[in-house]
């Protein structure tokens, strides 16, 4: 599979599918923006600690809905960097309204 997708063009479809359940895009995105407002406010207020923290959370949240709710493996272990850009385009998706037409659009 690590060889399969040559581009995120390609790779986003397949995450897409593998983020099918309701239940896993909403705790992927709750994740991920927590995950964004820490960092934010370490980067900014401080503590440093939190800069460390936002990974924890972000990961955390997709690694445990995909255990528990998608019960498959989560694509941050074969493509790590697509799997954060999509993780991100999911929560900006989400947070515009356009994800409904997207998931559809890609038959889910």
């Known amino acids: 599979m690590v060889d399969r997708f040559r581009s995120f063009d390609e790779f986003w479809p397949f995450y897409l599918r593998e983020h099918a359940r309701p239940a896993t895009r909403v705790i992927h995105v709750a994740g991920t923006w927590t995950a964004a407002i820490v960092l934010l ?16 959370i972000g990961y955390g949240c997709a690694w ?36 409904g037409p997207e998931l559809r659009r890609h038959g889910l």
């Open 41 to 56: 406010i370490g980067l900014s207020l401080g503590p440093w600690w939190l800069m460390l923290l936002a990974p924890l």
């Open 64 to 99: 445990i809905s995909h255990l528990f709710v998608e019960r498959n493996r989560p694509a941050t272990f074969s493509h790590p960097m697509w799997s954060l850009r999509g993780d991100l385009r999911l929560a900006v998706l989400a947070a515009t309204g356009h994800l």
